[in-house]
Structure formats: structure tokens, C-alpha cells
């Protein structure tokens, strides 16, 4: 499974963005999907994560703030981000759970799309 995120940059305290990850490949069926994040000397820490039926499990540090969802037609993981803060400066990860017909998991990552909060 191919992960690759897009839509990271650079915005303004107060600003938003979005994110998208979209897996590919040879996929039989995507469980859960999420975003994670590493800021610099920091360890990586999940924001949100999303299962297949929407249920949905977001950071207390974004909540009300960043809203995940997902189009399983897709194979598609979108993160909304407002009111963003410096202190949400990391670079931002996806991660996909895909589940094979034997019913094994595997987990694959994204390469990381570098977001940066600053004036």
C-alpha cells in the first residue's frame, strides 16, 4: 500500500489548511485511518483517527479545532484545520490499516507533509 499526504505549507496563527492522504495500491479493505505528528525534538503523537464507519477518536490539544474524515470510495483521509497555532508546527503523517481477506493487518505510513504556523 502506497500512502502519500499533500497539502501541508506555510499559514498564519488563526489560519487554516488541509490535508489529504490517499492510499493506493493493492488494497482489499482500509480499517482505520489517522493523522499523526512530529515536531522538532518532540515524539510523534496521534491527532485523529478515523474508522470505517466514522468513528472518530481526535487529540484533546485540536479538538474543536481539526476535524478528520474520510471517502472509502477513495481510499481517502482528509484533516481540517483551523484556528491553527504555532505550537501545531510538525510535520503531519498519515497512517493507513489495511486489512488483507486472511483478516492480517498491516500498517503503512505516509511520507509526512511539513506544516508551519508563523507570522
Known amino acids: 500500500v502506497q500512502v502519500v499526504e499533500s497539502g501541508g505549507g506555510l499559514v498564519q496563527p488563526g489560519g487554516s489548511l488541509r490535508l489529504s492522504c490517499a492510499a493506493s495500491?493493492?488494497?482489499?479493505?482500509?480499517?482505520?485511518m489517522g493523522w499523526y505528528r512530529q515536531a522538532p525534538g518532540k515524539q510523534r503523537e496521534l491527532v485523529a483517527a478515523?474508522?470505517?464507519?466514522?468513528?472518530?477518536n481526535t487529540s484533546d490539544s485540536v479538538k474543536g479545532r481539526f476535524t478528520i474524515s474520510r471517502d472509502n470510495a477513495k481510499n481517502t483521509v482528509y484533516l481540517q484545520m483551523n484556528s491553527l497555532k504555532p505550537e501545531d508546527t510538525a510535520v503531519y503523517y498519515c497512517?493507513?490499516?489495511?486489512?488483507?481477506?486472511?483478516?492480517?493487518?498491516?500498517?503503512?505510513w505516509g511520507q509526512g507533509t511539513q506544516v508551519i504556523v508563523s507570522s
Open positions: 495500491g493493492s488494497i482489499f479493505r482500509i480499517n482505520v
Open positions: 497512517n493507513v490499516d489495511e486489512i488483507n481477506p486472511l483478516g492480517d493487518s498491516t500498517r503503512s
Open positions: 478515523i474508522t470505517r464507519g466514522g468513528r472518530t
